[in-house]
């Protein structure tokens, strides 16, 4: 695959820029959730998994999960995925990620209403309004059975996704994870 699929039709400056971006709101997401598993009694710590958690441009892309979690003595894997909205709608996931994460055992932990409208790296969001869903390895295998892939040239670059409606995901995803403890505003 070349850069251009890589890219998502964004030049070299802004994929770079943009993943940055993510990659420091994806580190802090990690940190309050680390924070709040072990506010939920859990003992839990993680590391980045071989993977350039600094959001510098690599060369050549590393399809490893991003973190290595220890939780309660077992070993996992995730893979940290965000959406600026809380998706009432529909949430959707690229084939070849869910792919990759299946293939290395990889948890999904997607958060949404990751508000990211200012500069900086500031969130516009109140920790209280982020919620999120862990998504099992078997869950995903379920997603590519149960959903047909599309290709829609404005999202995700036209690569192949599946959208998941949002009336199916108390079945799909479980309950919506809200945090216990206010972080307070960032």
Known sequence: MGNNY????????????????????ENWLMDLWVKEMVLRGNKIDYFDNGVDNSGE????????????????????FIEVKTS??????????????????????AEILVFYNIATRS??????????????????????????????????AKIMGGKKIIMVPAEHYQEVFGTKQYFTNEFGVV
């Open 119 to 152: 500069t900086n790296f500031k969130l516009d969001t109140i920790i209280s309004d982020i919620y999120w869903y862990r998504i099992s390895v078997p869950t995903q295998r379920k997603l590519l059975e149960w959903y047909e892939p599309v290709s829609i």
């Open 6 to 25: 890589r890219f998502d039709h964004r030049s070299k400056e802004e994929f770079s820029k943009d993943i940055k971006r993510a990659t420091l709101i």
């Open 84 to 105: 600026p909205i809380g998706n009432d709608k529909k949430s959707s996931f690229k084939v070849d990620a869910l792919q990759a994460c299946i293939r290395n055992k």
């Open 57 to 76: 441009f690599v060369d050549i892309p590393n399809s490893s999960s991003d973190y290595k979690i220890i939780e309660n003595g077992e070993t996992k």
